[in-house]
């Protein structure tokens, strides 16, 4: 696998790193067309034919709005997108509990809301146009390997196995990452699994009804709640029957994913849902009334990955962590990720930062996820599952709420609090770092592989 390799030192800056982005979801898109835009060569593989076409998450916080407008695309995001009117929290009768709107936190910080299928293409089709990029379907990887002057990854495709390399090989590939997996094994995800079962849905309403196309994946759903009044984002607190509703899509579309007893086959929670959404939902409405696009029956994590840097391999979003998805940290927390690696990887690309940023990397973003991310997320969801008529929690959460309606400074930092998971990686730059390495490998394929890292 190792083929012959010659060092030369060059004493000028910017020879440059080539790094490889396994995963094509929206934090590899996203991070690879970051670097592409800086004429850093990124090649992206994906063990699929095309992009992900389910909606899946949808709401980006400030930070990952920051990231979005980084990369040259939030503009696009906001044209097919919108900002949510506010967020809620509410009794099962639809009481209302709390509520939060944005006027108090500037338009450039808004949470913005596009579901991630729309937004992946989005930013494919920037990162189409970078010379720099190359993106390679239907290629699993199946092992992984490195040394002191590389890292390789052996790949399956339709004309048989290959092995590439990179300077730094980034996993982006999920929950179920095969980076993740071949660095510390299948079973090696600290954290833990919720006991509570999570229904997720998408659903029309009435008036968007088309030819019924149902797809146990996930779950969408069209159902008019404009009677009601609410919000376009709610939190039901509920020990039993908690769920959350909101809109997706500027043609109504809601994602409703609610709580349901565990243990079932995935067959009794779809037979269940319609029993279900005439229980919580306002209206109580039969299932003439909606249509229900997407439904997924899953388990919710709490979990990170012991190091998300070993040598050349990186890990980062979903394949570095997981967190349940009540109050959207899970996408917010990946493109932060991705944004800082981007500034570390660049870093060194132009001869600014050391390879020892990257142990930076590691540290701060498993710190942000122990001590912001973990914690809040896992805060939301514990909240929905009080009683909120004898709930101290419930009550406590109340009472700053409804501070924070009275004082915009409290309503801004409420809101914004998801900027806690920033870090601005710029800072360990240092200009000393000039120094480069050129070395030409010959693999046994045949292929040749230039890599090109910082000596220190």
Same mark, same amino acid.
């Given at each position: ?32 067309? #970051? #670097? ?14 095309? #992009? ?10 400030? /930070?990952? %709005? ?39 936190? /500037?338009?450039? *910080? ?11 293409? $989005?930013?494919?089709?920037?990162? @189409?146009? @970078? ?16 040394? @002191? ?6 790949? +399956?495709?339709?004309?048989?196995? &290959? ?17 993740? !997996? ?15 079962? $999570? ?55 809601? !994602? $409703? ?9 995935? @067959?009794?929670?779809?037979? =269940? ?17 909606? =249509? ?10 709490? =979990? ?61 973003? &498993?710190?942000?996820?122990?001590? %912001? ?14 009683? /909120? ?19 915009? +400074? ?8 998801? *900027? ?37």
């Amino acid at each position: 696998m190792n083929g012959s390799t010659n060092g030369q030192i060059n004493g000028h800056r910017g020879h440059g790193i080539e790094v490889m982005v396994v995963g094509a979801g929206p934090s590899g898109l996203v991070l690879s067309l #970051l #670097l592409a835009q800086k004429g850093v060569k990124v090649v992206v593989l994906d063990a699929a034919s095309a #992009l992900d076409a389910q909606p899946r998450a949808t709401h980006y916080a400030a /930070p990952a %709005v920051d990231e979005l407008r980084r990369a040259g695309v939030l503009d696009e995001i906001l044209s097919l997108g919108f900002v949510p009117n506010g967020v809620a929290w509410r009794k099962l009768d639809g009481t209302l509990l709390a509520a939060m709107t944005p006027e108090s936190v /500037p338009e450039e *910080n808004r949470v913005v809301c596009l579901p991630l299928d729309k937004m992946s293409k $989005i930013v494919y089709a920037h990162l @189409e146009k @970078e010379k720099s990029a190359e993106v390679k379907w239907g290629h699993k990887v199946m092992g992984i390997g490195q040394d @002191e002057e590389r890292a390789w990854v052996k790949v +399956e495709t339709k004309e048989g196995t &290959r092995t590439l390399y990179a300077d730094y090989i980034v996993g982006c590939d999920g929950g179920n990452s095969q980076i993740r !997996r071949s660095l510390f094994g299948d079973m090696a995800f600290p954290g833990r699994t919720w006991n509570e079962q $999570i229904v997720a849905t998408n659903v029309f309403s009435s008036p968007y009804f088309h030819t019924p196309s149902l797809n146990y994946n996930l779950t969408s759903t069209y159902y008019d709640m404009s009677k009601f009044n609410w919000l376009d984002s709610n939190f039901i607190v509920d020990p039993e029957h908690w769920y959350m509703v909101a809109k997706i899509q500027t043609d109504g579309l809601l !994602r $409703i994913t609610y709580g349901d007893i565990p243990g079932l086959s995935r @067959e009794e929670y779809v037979k =269940r849902q319609p029993m279900k959404f005439k229980q919580i939902l306002p209206g109580h409405p039969e299932p003439s009334e909606y =249509r229900l696009t997407n439904i997924s029956p899953y388990k919710v994590h709490q =979990r990170c990955a012991e190091k998300l840097r070993v040598g050349r391999f990186l890990l980062a979003a979903d394949a570095a962590h997981l967190c349940n998805p009540f109050g959207g940290l899970g996408l917010t927390g990946g493109l932060a990720d991705v944004g800082n690696l981007y500034d570390c990887l660049l870093g060194i690309h132009l001869g600014k930062a050391s390879p020892e940023i990257l142990d930076k990397y590691d540290q701060v973003r &498993r710190q942000k996820y122990h001590e %912001v991310i973990d914690v809040v997320s896992s805060q939301n969801l514990r909240l929905l599952l009080e009683d /909120p008529d004898t709930s101290e929690k419930v009550a406590g959460f109340v009472d700053i709420c409804r501070k924070a309606n009275e004082d915009k +400074e409290l309503s801004r930092k409420m809101q914004l609090f998801s *900027n806690d998971i920033k870090y601005d990686f710029t800072q360990h730059y240092d200009e000393s770092f000039s120094i480069t390495t050129e070395f030409h490998s010959e693999p046994k394929d045949g292929m040749k592989v230039s890599h090109r890292s910082v000596v220190l």
